[in-house]
């Protein structure tokens, strides 16, 4: 027997947003298969491609068939795919936050001009660009703000990534520390992951950051650090990654580019604004830190010279 479809569809993006990380929670009282619902995080995580383009242009960029989306929108409650396209459509309608979306797809697709060298340069600067309009057309005040005060008052945090995220776990660390104490790369002593893991209270901090294709470790890290009682704080690019089911607030990086790998610009954006947003939640402390640190870096220069 068919399964019953969703009695009152979403008529908004984020509705629909809601909706997505609710199915990837086994939290909305129905269920998608894992395909379908990588397909519907896809659509509401663009949503200017989801409005503008055809039912064959997303199946054919989904690698899907165009009837798999028409079954995906009946699911979800809508009438048929159309139905389910105007939520999109009204949203880049009404909206001017995608105003920067629409604008850095006109610039995308003009034609190259100019020498080869410079372009290569212009061309990531203004794709890094759009990913960075794609994080600031999905945030969520109320889950930066929960973020930011669990960055700021843990006792302690832990920050995982591996390959390229290790760097960006690197730079998350370094800075944080710069504000707060007890921060630091999850397995810094390289004694394991499980050991780090298991030296952490309930209520501790545990970031964890990664992207298509998601490295299993990492994800099993963040589903261990929630079963052992620490938060988890999710930095990744799908609400279909497997990051997002144990973490108490996850955030979505896009990062489509030219780039021969996954492109970590807008990553860096929002990890420096996250940060910006602990100081502040900090205040004196964290200037109070801040001017420890220059004071102790100029003690040792001293003993140097």
Do not use: W
């Not at 298969?33 to 509401?44: E, T």
Request: aromatic letters at 8%; hydrophobic letters at 45%.
């Amino acid at each position: 027997m068919p399964e019953e479809a969703v009695a009152e569809p979403p008529r908004t993006i984020e509705d629909l947003r809601a909706l997505a990380l609710s199915v990837g929670r086994d939290e909305a009282g129905f269920s998608l298969g894992s395909k379908a619902h990588d397909v519907f995080a896809k659509l509401v995580e663009a949503p200017e491609q989801s409005a503008v383009r055809s039912i064959s242009e997303l199946a054919n960029q989904f690698g899907i068939n165009p009837s798999t989306l028409t079954r995906l929108a009946k699911r979800l409650g809508f009438e048929g795919f159309s139905d389910f396209q105007a939520v999109f459509r009204k949203a880049i309608a009404d909206d001017q936050q995608y105003f920067y979306s629409r604008q850095a797809g006109r610039l995308m697709a003009a034609p190259s001009v100019g020498n080869a060298e410079v372009e290569a340069f212009e061309q990531l600067a203004r794709e890094t660009s759009a990913n960075v309009d794609g994080f600031l057309g999905q945030l969520d005040g109320a889950s930066l703000q929960g973020a930011t005060r669990l960055l700021a008052s843990a006792r302690r945090v832990r920050v995982h990534g591996v390959r390229q995220f290790h760097s960006l776990a690197s730079f998350l660390t370094y800075c944080l520390g710069m504000v707060r104490s007890d921060v630091a790369l999850l397995d810094a002593p390289r004694l394991g992951v499980a050991e780090a893991l298991s030296q952490l209270d309930p209520g501790d901090v545990v970031i964890v950051a990664s992207c298509a294709p998601y490295t299993r470790s990492v994800a099993e890290v963040g589903r261990i650090a929630a079963a052992n009682g620490q938060t988890v704080i999710a930095i990744t690019d799908s609400r279909s990654s497997p990051l997002v089911p144990p973490a108490e607030h996850a955030f979505f990086i896009p990062h489509a580019s030219s780039f021969y790998s996954n492109s970590m610009g807008a990553y860096v954006v929002f990890c420096e604004a996250l940060l910006n947003l602990v100081a502040r939640e900090l205040g004196d402390k964290a200037l109070n830190s801040l001017a420890g640190r220059e004071r102790l870096i100029a003690e040792m220069k001293v003993e140097v010279g």
